[in-house]
Structure formats: C-alpha cells, structure tokens
C-alpha cells in the first residue's frame, strides 16, 4: 500500500488508534513544526513539500526502533553537538528535528558532505562493491579526500609526515570550500 502511495505515508491509519503491538508499525504523529533547518554546508535546508504531513516510523513491523529514533537518543545520551553525515540522509534531519523538539532535547548542528558516486552513478560504498580503503596510511588518498572536500592542496603538503599533514589540514580547512552538492561523480 505504501508504494502505491508513492512511498509516503499520508495517514491512512493516524486516526484508527491501534494498539502499538505486533505486528503494526509505530509512528510519530507529525505535527509539522520543523519546515527549514540551518545545515552547516547547505546553510537553509528547505523540507520537501512531500513529507510535511508524512507520520514517519519509529518502531518496525518487525519491532526494531528506527534509525532517526535511536540516533535521536543516542546522540543526546552521548552528548553530541555536531553531526558530519552524507547528504544521502539529509531529509531524516527533519524527523529528527522533530523527535528533539518533543523530547525536550537540544538537538547538535548538522554538515551534510556530498555523496561520493562512482560512473555508474551508485554510491561509493560496501554495499555497492566498492573497493576497500587500505588499513595503512595512504597519503595520496588522504589528499584525493582533500580535494573532493574543495580544500586547497598546497604543494608543501606532499612532503609532510603523517602528523604534520594532520595539523595542516585541521589549520587549513574550510567548511564554506565543501561543494553544496548532494552528490559527485568520482575516478575512484
């Protein structure tokens, strides 16, 4: 039923109030207060206008609790403040945005990176076979990162040590230099 609804749910059951027992899903009954939020790389990030009114899961048929529930508690209980993830989740900031506010808890900043895709347009990822990153240090990889982060490569980077190269970087780095893009086609 929810792909014929074009994968959002637009609450066919919000008013039906069904016992939240097996093998029902469990949702949050979305008010809507959450429109825009301040994303550190894509500055005012504006909420579809397709999930405003989407009652969004917070624990599976199968009884899992979902991801934005669990990150939600997980990052307050550890005290986190800023969140650097892929732009691929950029939308469920809004959830969680939501699950902050009626939870009474401060949610973090958020800095959505842009997806790293191969040709073929797939994500750069396990999931999608991509090759493994080597276990030792690699310096040409760590200026590849560099460069599709849009930070300045200064020629004297190549001639650091592993630890120089690090202070270097933390000095030099400039979120405003991060492409505000969901997404970049690489070589990799």
């Known amino acids: 039923m929810l792909k014929e609804m074009g994968g959002i749910y637009l609450g066919h059951c919000r008013n039906k109030n069904i016992p939240p027992i097996a093998p029902h899903v469990v949702r949050y009954k979305n008010n809507n207060h959450h429109t825009s939020f301040i994303d550190l790389n894509?500055?005012?990030v504006l909420l579809p206008n397709e999930f405003k009114h989407e009652d969004f899961v917070l624990k599976r048929r199968d009884q899992i609790f979902s991801y934005n529930l669990v990150t939600v508690i997980d990052?307050?209980?550890?005290?986190?403040?800023?969140?650097?993830?892929?732009?691929?989740?950029?939308?469920?900031?809004?959830?969680?945005?939501?699950?902050?506010d009626s939870l009474k808890l401060s949610p973090p900043q958020y800095l959505h990176l842009p997806l790293a895709l191969e040709k073929n347009n797939l994500k750069l990822s396990?999931?999608?076979?991509?090759?493994e990153i080597p276990q030792t240090?690699?310096?040409e990889l760590v200026l590849n990162?560099?460069?599709?982060?849009?930070?300045?490569?200064?020629d004297d980077?190549?001639?650091?040590?592993?630890?120089?190269?690090?202070?270097?970087?933390?000095?030099?780095?400039?979120?405003?230099a991060i492409p505000h893009t969901n997404k970049i086609v690489t070589d990799y």
């Open 42 to 44: 894509f500055k005012t």
């Open 75 to 100: 990052d307050s209980e550890t005290q986190i403040t800023e969140v650097v993830r892929g732009a691929d989740i950029l939308e469920g900031t809004f959830r969680q945005l939501e699950l902050y």
């Open 126 to 131: 396990k999931q999608n076979h991509a090759p």
């Open 137 to 139: 240090y690699n310096q």
């Open 145 to 154: 990162a560099l460069k599709f982060l849009g930070q300045e490569i200064f």
């Open 157 to 176: 980077y190549y001639h650091m040590t592993k630890n120089e190269l690090q202070i270097a970087m933390i000095k030099n780095f400039k979120v405003t």
